[in-house]
């Protein structure tokens, strides 16, 4: 054998005994997309943690709209601190949580189930603006007829604190409110505001998740940002301001047919008339 022979053959050997000590490669984890279950539950549950940290908020918002008096949100809420304590900017929080298991679990799970069949059927390309902003009102006025007497009970849980003690309606909690409502005004009060209920949730729902959609692609495109957090948070704040702008008219009206007492007002015409003579902004409580 010459000595080129033998190299080789040296050569080849080692080689060999390197492929076989080597591991074998792991092979790819291919992951398993989010079924529409999954959507529901993480949408829902995300709403319900959020909400734990805006109630006071949403307590003060109600509260400014239900009286009229307009003024500084944070003085209210300072107000609300100083009388009722803790507990009082927190009133009403399982009528919260119940409101967003049941409307955002619902809006959300049927937007993005809506919209992965819409961009399958377009080969994957992204959406027009305006298919999103149709799918955006359909998800929205169905989650909030199913949300609606979880948004009444919100009401009149969170803003009981202002009235007298006498006419105070003292419910326990969520379904309390839910069951005392249905025995003692009737079933169908649960339902009470739906109309403008369904058209703020169309209205705020077309503007929040079709502005959130293209707000996102925008900042992509013109500013060059990828995706992560930064992405994620300029398009969610470009998306609530112009949701609140759009949608806080329709929000008073439905806040104030759902908490009245006696019959106050005759439907929306009724509430927006009403407001219009009391010379009262409607885009008051917008902070």
Partial sequence: MSLHSFNFALISTQQQQQQQEQPPKPKPVVLKPISNIATFAFGGLAGMGATCFVQPFDVVKNRLQVSGAGGNSFNALASILKTEGIAGIYSGLSAGLLRQATYTTTRLGVYNSISERMVAQHNGAALPFVYKLGVGMFAGG???MVGVPAEIALIRMSTDGRLPVEKRRGYKNAFDA???ISREEGVLTLWRGATPTVIRACVLNATQLASYSQAKEMLQ??????DGIPLHTGASLISGLLSTIVSMPID???TRLQNM?????SGVLDVRFSLRLACRPRWQVWV
């Fill in 142 to 144: 169905v989650g909030s």
């Fill in 252 to 254: 008073i009206a439905k």
């Fill in 178 to 180: 839910i069951a005392r």
């Fill in 221 to 226: 495109t013109y500013m060059s940002m990828r």
């Fill in 261 to 265: 007492h006696d019959k106050e007002y």
